[in-house]
């Protein structure tokens, strides 16, 4: 019988730290903490869609750019006051 697979490779590259483990779970927790907050940020601008008051700035009131909504559909804020004070 001619049996074609072998051994199993050897496994190859550094191994496994000790805190693996937890680093990945911390990685887990951050990535879950950042769905939250983008899922808020897509319920908030449906509360504004429902309101009337998406697409314009919560600084200054005036209409957001169609090409920054396209980028970044869930701003609060136009180019200009996106940046923080001093602009």
Same mark, same amino acid.
């Given at each position: ?26 990685? !887990?927790?951050? #990535? ?8 808020? $940020?897509?319920? =908030? &601008?449906?509360?504004? %869609? ?15 750019? !169609?090409?920054? #909504? ?8 136009? $180019?200009?006051? =996106? &940046?923080?004070?001093? %602009?």
């Amino acid at each position: 019988m001619d049996d074609q697979t072998g051994p199993a490779p050897l496994q190859t590259g550094p191994a496994p730290s000790p805190g693996a483990a937890g680093s990945s779970a911390e990685h !887990d927790q951050a #990535l879950l903490a950042q769905v939250r907050a983008d899922l808020d $940020a897509v319920d =908030a &601008a449906l509360a504004r %869609l429902e309101e009337g008051t998406y697409g314009r700035c919560a600084t200054c009131g005036e209409p957001i750019g !169609d090409e920054r #909504l396209a980028v970044e559909p869930t701003t609060l804020h136009c $180019a200009q006051h =996106a &940046a923080g004070p001093g %602009l």
